[in-house]
């Protein structure tokens, strides 16, 4: 079994920071991707960050400059560092990942954590 789960999330004001954490753990040889969704109350969850192993990551328009994902490969982590949040930045960020098993490619999202950003 394969699972990740996601901490950092909380109350913020505007124009403050966050960490958000993705752990994943279980049996597989690799992950070829992570990456972080959003859903905002009464929204569909949309796309926010993704880096795939080696190449440089891809970022939504509405958090480009503002937010970082990185990878700690040792670990099996990714992060989110989230800077000069906004009240539209609120929602819950949902991890998923792309892990290579000997069944072959996997997706697997996270629980999901609440971030809320205060004006």
């Known amino acids: 079994q394969v699972q990740l789960v996601e901490s950092g999330g909380g109350l913020v004001q505007a124009g403050g920071s966050l960490r958000l954490s993705c752990a994943a753990s279980?049996?597989?040889?690799?992950?070829?991707?992570m990456g972080w969704y959003r859903q905002a109350p009464g929204k569909e969850r949309e796309f926010v960050a993704r880096?795939?192993?080696?190449?440089?990551?891809i970022y939504a328009d509405s958090v480009k400059g503002r937010f970082t994902i990185s990878r700690d490969n040792a670990k099996n982590t990714a992060y989110l560092q989230m800077n000069s949040l906004k009240p539209e930045d609120t929602g819950v960020y949902y991890c998923?990942?792309?892990?290579?098993?000997?069944?072959?490619?996997?997706?697997?999202w996270g629980q999901g954590t609440q971030v809320t950003v205060s004006s």
């Open positions: 880096m795939y192993s080696g190449v440089s990551p």
């Open positions: 279980g049996s597989f040889f690799s992950i070829s991707s």
């Open positions: 998923r990942a792309v892990v290579d098993r000997i069944t072959g490619p996997r997706e697997i």
